[in-house]
């Protein structure tokens, strides 16, 4: 069958298709990955087919609009494991609402990207669209030829349930009051295609969910489990990560997502390492050049790297400490290494909240961090058994679930079941 994946012109959202994508093409699937030109050479360098689509002119001038800093924009994009009342309310959820099709999906799925996809997908004539969650060209293409669609997640299912959660509160209002400004966007979106809206379009025909169980929202939707294979782009092993640590290693890495985003970091980098160059420990530290301005002097027992595979890394570690970003916040999992994580973007206080509730890590909110605090959470990350046999549990559900390889099947089944309904 034609695989047609779609993603936004951002390095860790198409890493996240990498696997399943060499996983079609190894099963003899003809493959190509839709995205804005600016992805083409990431894509490329894979040993995918990139179709380069529309551009990302929308997204560049929202943030010049804001100013570059969304800061003021974060609140309705922190999702969280048990939302206060205030987030459940009407006024909240339809915000929220707003602001994700505002913000976040019509600017990065724009009409100058939504009609080269179209367009390519009409020509090319897909079995099956598979879509990471922000990019809504994928279903709407799927539509206007006839192909089956599924998201396939990097993290919990917070759009989901946020879309679940606001149809059940839509539902209570009065005939006067019911707003859906997602389902207007995509419907109006859809009917440039000759197509009507269906709410199948805003979650997939189905989901891919490399998640561990434990972490996965039950949303009532048909889902593919998956397990998480590792990619984050080429990587080259230093010789020094085959030596074994003579003290408890602890992998400190913040990532680039809340500076890309925010235009800064979301921490104090100095406050971390000063409490961090206080315990009988090793510390590898992902810090770029503009990091390492920062923090001047490091002390002893940090070992600063520009960049490391983390695949690589973890196995020799005891604790990493993250922003909560989807792809370190997997391979720690599936590498059973307990987590403390400084969650500040979009679903990262899920994933922080899920880790501590499963006894697999420890949720530390920026405004929340100390010295002490993520000293003692070091501590006991390395030392509390329970917390080791929390991330091992995690690390054994994911293995549990079938490779990429393993699904492909599903996916072929599926995916013919749609083409067998939509000819009747």
């Given at each position: 069958?034609?695989?047609?994946?779609?993603?936004?012109?951002?390095?860790?959202?198409?890493?996240?298709?990498?696997?399943?994508?060499?996983?079609?093409?190894?099963?003899?699937?003809?493959?190509?990955?839709?995205?804005?030109?600016?992805?083409?050479?990431?894509?490329?360098?894979?040993?995918?087919?990139?179709?380069?689509?529309?551009?990302?002119?929308?997204?560049?001038?929202?943030?010049?609009?804001?100013?570059?800093?969304?800061?003021?924009?974060?609140?309705?994009?922190?999702?969280?494991?048990?939302?206060?009342?205030?987030?459940?309310?009407?006024?909240?959820?339809?915000?929220?609402?707003?602001?994700?099709?505002?913000?976040?999906?019509?600017?990065?799925?724009?009409?100058?990207?939504?009609?080269?996809?179209?367009?390519?997908?009409?020509?090319?004539?897909?079995?099956?669209?598979?879509?990471?969650?922000?990019?809504?060209?994928?279903?709407?293409?799927?539509?206007?030829?006839?192909?089956?669609?599924?998201?396939?997640?990097?993290?919990?299912?917070?759009?989901?349930?946020?879309?679940?959660?606001?149809?059940?509160?839509?539902?209570?209002?009065?005939?006067?009051?019911?707003?859906?400004?997602?389902?207007?966007?995509?419907?109006w979106t859809l009917e440039r295609y000759g197509c009507a809206y269906d709410e199948r379009d805003v979650l997939g025909h189905w989901v891919i969910d490399p998640g561990a169980r434990s972490t996965r929202l039950d949303l009532g939707q048909t889902t593919v489990p998956m397990r998480y294979v590792?990619?984050?782009?080429?990587?080259?092993?230093?010789?020094?990560?085959?030596?074994?640590?003579?003290?408890?290693?602890?992998?400190?890495?913040?990532?680039?997502?809340?500076?890309?985003?925010?235009?800064?970091?979301a921490v104090s980098y100095p406050q971390l390492l000063e409490a961090l160059g206080r315990l009988d420990i090793e510390v590898i530290a992902t810090l770029d050049d503009s990091q390492r301005e920062l923090v001047g002097e490091l002390p002893g027992n940090v070992v600063p790297v520009d960049f490391v595979p983390l695949d690589a890394l973890l196995p020799s570690c005891s604790v990493i400490i993250h922003h909560g970003g989807a792809g370190t916040w997997s391979t720690a999992m599936l590498h059973g290494v307990p987590q403390i994580v400084v969650p500040s973007l979009w679903d990262a206080p899920i994933k922080a909240q899920q880790l501590q509730r499963?006894?697999?890590?420890?949720?530390?909110?920026?405004?929340?961090?100390?010295?002490?605090?993520?000293?003692?959470a070091v501590l006991a990350a390395v030392g509390d058994r329970a917390i080791r046999d929390g991330a091992r549990r995690l690390r054994e559900e994911m293995l549990a679930d079938p490779a990429p390889a393993g699904i492909v099947p599903t996916l072929e089944r599926l995916a013919g079941a749609h083409r067998a309904v939509s000819r009747h």
């Open positions: 069958m034609r695989v047609l994946l779609t993603s936004l012109a951002h390095n860790t959202h198409f890493y996240s298709l990498v696997p399943l994508a060499w996983a079609l093409r190894a099963a003899g699937h003809e493959v190509r990955v839709a995205s804005p030109p600016s992805l083409t050479d990431v894509i490329t360098s894979t040993g995918l087919t990139a179709v380069p689509v529309g551009d990302d002119k929308p997204a560049v001038e929202l943030l010049a609009e804001m100013g570059g800093d969304l800061v003021p924009y974060q609140k309705g994009f922190e999702f969280t494991e048990h939302e206060t009342p205030e987030e459940t309310t009407w006024e909240y959820l339809l915000g929220q609402q707003t602001m994700m099709s505002a913000l976040c999906f019509a600017p990065f799925n724009g009409a100058a990207t939504m009609d080269a996809v179209v367009d390519f997908a009409r020509d090319w004539r897909p079995d099956l669209v598979v879509w990471e969650p922000w990019t809504y060209a994928g279903p709407v293409a799927a539509r206007a030829c006839g192909a089956a669609h599924a998201r396939i997640l990097w993290g919990p299912d917070t759009i989901g349930r946020s879309r679940k959660r606001f149809l059940r509160a839509l539902a209570e209002q009065p005939a006067e009051l019911r707003e859906d400004p997602l389902a207007e966007w995509l419907g590792p990619y984050n782009g080429r990587a080259v092993i230093e010789p020094w990560l085959s030596e074994p640590p003579a003290r408890p290693r602890v992998c400190l890495t913040l990532g680039v997502s809340a500076r890309e985003t925010y235009g800064r970091d499963l006894s697999a890590g420890f949720s530390l909110p920026p405004a929340e961090l100390t010295a002490e605090k993520l000293a003692d």
